[in-house]
């Protein structure tokens, strides 16, 4: 039985035996030049800010691209503290981004989504304003029959 057990581990051993060595390999093969993104894409910054332009954090931003087999996929995240998220490596061209407003705010005049144009070595701004959100609020009480 123990046999049988050090072998189904014996695969996993020689991979983590070989993982310092790929490292070592890779890092040569770079030439200790830095990763960057591939030259035919951008950044975008987006900010999303209330009325009286104070940062709003935590709100869900989301941005459409496009995946290998012609297909869009999203990627998505929340506003940091700054009210804002920042993503690398978008190809350029025609992008859609999306906030999702947290509770008790809406958009303002302006839509929640919007297509941006990201230019290859730039990056690009998309700035949204949220109010907060306004109506009635119901209050319902019982009260209690008088005898």
């Known amino acids: 039985m123990m046999r049988h057990r050090q072998d189904r581990t014996r695969p996993i051993r020689r991979m983590l035996h070989a993982l310092p060595?790929?490292?070592t390999l890779l890092?040569?093969?770079c030439?200790?030049?830095s990763l960057s993104a591939p030259p035919d894409t951008g950044a975008v910054v987006v900010r999303v800010r209330d009325e009286q332009a104070a940062p709003l954090a935590g709100v869900g931003v989301r941005i459409q691209m496009p995946n290998t087999?012609?297909?869009l996929f999203e990627v998505g995240s929340t506003t940091r503290a700054d009210g804002s998220w920042t993503v690398t490596a978008v190809p350029a061209g025609a992008r859609r981004v999306t906030v999702t407003p947290p509770t008790g705010?809406?958009?303002s005049a302006e839509p929640l989504?919007?297509?941006v144009t990201v230019v290859a070595g730039e990056t690009t701004p998309v700035d949204f304003v949220l109010r907060?959100?306004?109506g009635a609020v119901r209050v319902a009480a019982a009260v209690p029959?008088?005898?």
Do not use: I, L, N
């Open 113 to 115: 989504a919007r297509v």
């Open 132 to 134: 907060r959100a306004t």
């Open 105 to 107: 705010y809406a958009a």
């Open 21 to 23: 060595v790929a490292t």
């Open 27 to 29: 890092g040569a093969a």
């Open 31 to 33: 030439d200790g030049a």
């Open 69 to 71: 087999s012609g297909g």
């Open 145 to 147: 029959a008088r005898r």
